[in-house]
């Protein structure tokens, strides 16, 4: 299975910009597309965008203007940052494996928890 | 965006049971669905891919049939262990996009 990885938690105010990075296996990293979704408290899934090695995004229009994904190939890394947080922002913030194969894979989720 | 509607919201049903869960999309999307399985304070698991592939490892009492529309995953014998919330996804169009959820409860 390939390896995501990514940070415990962040903690935010209103109006910052929140910066999220999930460090992939390097055996698999120019082979899938990267995804990331965000799940509120006790809320379904939300899927946000997703990236390949190559830069090509893909994005939810409704978050569109708030987030940019981007690579670091030479760390094999793929980052999200979304601007002007509110709490409504207030979540888990996953990286998965695009399912291309038939096989998911999914880093163990950043908890983002905006508050005043 | 394609809607996603699964029903129902919650379902208590007792180990042994037929279970079914349906998923309804507001336009065609061929067989461009997945199913997962999420335990308490756990990433989301993959079950199912391509309407009706079980994803290597997952227990064959789990499927999913349908295509176009109307979706079902069924658990053909409820076990302890598939208390958990279930959620559809389509990957026919961007952005992609996931029903609400079903909420499983063993009685």
């Avoid at chain 1, 494996?97 to 163990?108: A, C, P, R, T």
């Avoid at chain 2, 049971?17 to 997962?36: F, P």
């Avoid at chain 2, 069924?74 to 029903?99: E, M, N, R, V």
Wanted: charged share 15%; proline share 4%.
């Amino acid at each position: 299975q390939v390896q995501l990885q990514q940070r415990g938690a962040e903690l935010l105010k209103p109006s910052e910009t929140l910066s999220l990075t999930c460090v992939v296996d390097g055996a698999y990293f120019s082979s899938y597309f990267w995804n990331w979704i965000r799940q509120p408290p006790g809320k379904g899934l939300e899927w946000i965008g997703e990236i390949n090695h190559s830069g090509i995004t893909n994005y939810n229009p409704s978050l569109k203007s708030r987030v940019t994904l981007s690579v670091d190939k030479s760390r094999n890394q793929v980052s999200l940052k979304m601007s002007s947080v509110t709490v409504a922002d207030t979540g888990v913030y996953y990286c998965a494996k695009d399912l291309i194969d038939g096989e998911d894979s999914w880093g163990q989720g950043t908890l983002v928890t905006v508050s005043a | 965006d394609i809607q996603m509607t699964q029903s129902p919201s919650t379902l208590s049903a007792s180990v042994g049971d037929r279970v079914t869960i349906t998923c309804r999309a507001s336009q065609s999307i061929s067989t461009w669905l997945a199913w997962y399985q999420q335990k308490p304070g756990k990433a989301p698991n993959l079950l199912i891919y391509g309407a009706s592939t079980l994803k290597s490892g997952v227990p064959s009492r789990f499927s999913g049939s349908g295509s176009g529309t109307e979706f079902t995953l069924t658990i053909s014998s409820l076990q302890p262990d598939d208390l958990a919330t279930y959620h559809c996804q389509q990957f026919s169009s961007y952005p992609y996009t996931f029903g609400q959820g079903t909420k499983l409860e063993i009685k």
